[in-house]
């Protein structure tokens, strides 16, 4: 079993441009989740969705989406990246009710210049 | 509000020498805490959750409602424990849902 996968493991952006981070799970999990790390502020929730067919906001969702396209996979989107979207960004599964552990993928680097 | 707060950015040690690392948190229902870690290069793992109230690599931590604290503490640390520890605590909301404190970086020196 690959766990959580994301791609791709580091994208450089220009203002502006957009892009799609893919994340995928093998574990039958119902809840995924992304996140964003930044120094000195942990790991914010941006979105997440409890089961297929279902999105919430997380902490800081502006400038983002995200898609449950099925049970294996969740995506986020920058439609129109900013500097402030810099970040090593973390997708997690997990199966979904509380104290539930939670499965990271290994994170992609962004950098929007 | 939902709250978790690590006090302490970077702590450094000696070997040998005992390790707390500090979390309190802001909730006013039953939560569950978790310690996750991440070593350099490798994604981010759970290390311990206060439920099973066991001790993983040597690391143990207590829940204490009365502080809201939940700090985690080894006797000895070791070179390997050099790592980035976040606690986390779940609220029973929906979909499982962490909230993670801002992260303490360990470095165990030789």
């Known amino acids: 079993n690959a766990g959580v996968t994301q791609t791709p493991k580091f994208q450089v952006l220009k203002t502006g441009q957009s892009m799609t981070l893919q994340c995928a799970q093998d574990?039958?999990?119902?809840?995924m989740y992304w996140y964003r790390q930044d120094p000195g502020m942990g790991l914010r929730l941006i979105y997440y969705?409890?089961?297929?067919?279902?999105?919430d906001k997380g902490e800081v969702p502006n400038g983002y989406n995200v898609s449950r396209l099925n049970k294996r996979e969740f995506s986020l989107r920058l439609e129109s990246a900013a500097p402030s979207q810099t970040s090593v960004y973390f997708c997690?599964?997990?199966?979904?009710?509380?104290?539930?552990?939670?499965?990271f993928g290994p994170g992609t680097r962004l950098t929007v210049l | 509000a939902q709250r978790v707060t690590q006090p302490e950015k970077l702590l450094s040690v000696f070997k040998g020498a005992p390790v707390e690392l500090k979390c309190n948190y802001s909730?006013?229902?039953?939560?569950?805490l978790f310690w996750y870690v991440q070593y350099s290069r490798q994604r981010l793992q759970l290390l311990l959750r206060?439920?099973s109230r066991e001790s993983i690599k040597g690391f143990t931590a207590d829940l204490n409602k009365g502080e809201t604290s939940f700090h985690l503490k080894k006797p000895f640390a070791q070179e390997e424990d050099s790592a980035m520890y976040y606690c986390?605590?779940?609220?029973?909301?929906?979909?499982?849902?962490?909230?993670f404190g801002q992260g303490t970086e360990l470095s165990v020196k030789p």
């Open positions: 574990m039958n999990h119902n809840s």
């Open positions: 909730y006013s229902g039953s939560p569950e």
């Open positions: 997690a599964s997990s199966a979904g009710t509380q104290g539930n552990e939670q499965f």
């Open positions: 969705s409890a089961s297929e067919g279902t999105t």
């Open positions: 206060h439920i």
């Open positions: 986390a605590l779940s609220g029973g909301n929906q979909g499982g849902k962490l909230i």
